[in-house]
Nanobody, 118 residues
Framework: QVQLVESGGGLVQPGGSLRLSCVAS????????IAWYRQAPGKERELVAN????????NYAESVKGRFTISRENANNTVYLQMNSLKPEDTAVYYC???????????WGQGTQVTVSS
């Protein structure tokens, strides 16, 4: 069955770094646009970054540009989100998403909590 399993979340001080990982299974990973979303308490889920399936073009929310980097390893069915210079406002549950723009398949992981606090 389809699975997206996130890991790497935790508690970090402001200015610190974390690397999130998302391992996929059950579908042809290399054909999917992969994204990281986040949802803070009381707020809507928002796109953080995505990376396409062909040439690995990336796209970032303005709030994370220059601090976060998304990357993928198709051989390992894995996508990463390197998060540097973390701020308290980055605190949220981070979700991995896989979307196939040709057949509209859309899959979500269960999320991993990131808390930025001193």
């Amino acid at each position: 069955q389809v699975q997206l399993v996130e890991s790497g979340g935790g508690l970090v001080q402001p200015g610190g770094s974390l690397r999130l990982s998302c391992v996929a299974s059950g579908f042809t990973f290399k054909l999917y646009i992969i994204a990281w979303y986040r949802q803070a308490p009381g707020k809507e889920r928002e796109l953080v970054a995505n990376i396409d399936s062909v040439v690995s073009t990336t796209n970032y929310a303005e709030s994370v540009k220059g601090r976060f980097t998304i990357s993928r390893e198709n051989a390992n069915n894995t996508v990463y989100l390197q998060m540097n210079s973390l701020k308290p406002e980055d605190t949220a549950v981070y979700y991995c998403n896989a979307m196939n723009q040709f057949n509209n398949n859309n899959y979500w992981g269960q999320g991993t909590q990131v808390t930025v606090s001193s």
